[in-house]
């Protein structure tokens, strides 16, 4: 193997991955863990994931129904070979199955994008939305986390103890 230096003109080029377009709007995702989670019979998800089915992005609605939950879309996809196109991803809700026994699904996130929050969609909202495909109202506390409890006092002096090093 032979190494050869190169040297350049000027300074390269960085070219890193972005996530939004410059000069777009600095207002990031929010993403909403459920609690208390919204666990849901094999019987009512089935209903909700057919009804996101023939509400497709692909069928001229504005839902992508998924094995993890469902993405909500501003519209219909109308991109070249069946792509978003100028469709914008608004959010999604997530879900896990199995969980917490077989045959339910467990609803543990919501998502809601830049885009999303630019249309004025909420967490609350997209969950109302989603849910609502099948008739599951989702609770008004769902969204809200619990305080957290105080922090043990007696923990944090043992961890600083145990920090100290030595003379």
């Given at each position: 193997m032979?190494?050869?230096?190169v040297?350049?003109d000027s300074k390269?080029?960085h070219?890193?991955f972005?996530l939004?377009?410059?000069?777009?709007s600095a207002?990031?995702?929010v993403?909403t863990?459920?609690?208390?989670?919204?666990?849901?019979?094999?019987?009512?998800a089935r209903?909700l994931l057919?009804?996101a089915?023939?509400?497709?992005v692909?069928?001229?609605?504005c839902?992508?129904?998924?094995?993890?939950?469902?993405q909500?879309?501003?519209?219909?996809?109308n991109?070249?070979?069946g792509r978003?196109?100028?469709?914008?991803?608004l959010?999604s809700?997530?879900w896990?199955y199995?969980?917490?026994s077989?045959h339910?699904?467990?609803?543990?996130?919501?998502m809601?994008?830049t885009?999303g929050h630019?249309a004025?969609?909420t967490p609350?909202?997209l969950?109302?939305r989603v849910l609502g495909l099948?008739?599951v109202?989702?609770?008004?506390?769902?969204l809200?986390?619990?305080?957290?409890?105080?922090?043990?006092?007696?923990?944090?002096d043992?961890?600083?103890?145990?920090?100290?090093?030595p003379?």
């Amino acid at each position: 193997m032979t190494v050869h230096t190169v040297e350049l003109d000027s300074k390269p080029a960085h070219r890193s991955f972005r996530l939004t377009r410059p000069g777009a709007s600095a207002q990031p995702a929010v993403a909403t863990q459920v609690r208390p989670a919204i666990v849901l019979p094999d019987r009512e998800a089935r209903a909700l994931l057919a009804a996101a089915e023939r509400q497709d992005v692909g069928r001229g609605g504005c839902f992508s129904a998924g094995p993890a939950g469902v993405q909500v879309w501003s519209g219909p996809w109308n991109g070249l070979l069946g792509r978003h196109g100028d469709s914008q991803h608004l959010g999604s809700v997530d879900w896990s199955y199995d969980t917490p026994s077989k045959h339910y699904i467990t609803v543990y996130r919501v998502m809601v994008t830049t885009q999303g929050h630019a249309a004025g969609e909420t967490p609350q909202s997209l969950l109302d939305r989603v849910l609502g495909l099948s008739g599951v109202q989702a609770p008004s506390d769902a969204l809200r986390m619990p305080v957290p409890p105080p922090r043990d006092p007696f923990r944090a002096d043992a961890l600083r103890a145990r920090t100290v090093l030595p003379d």
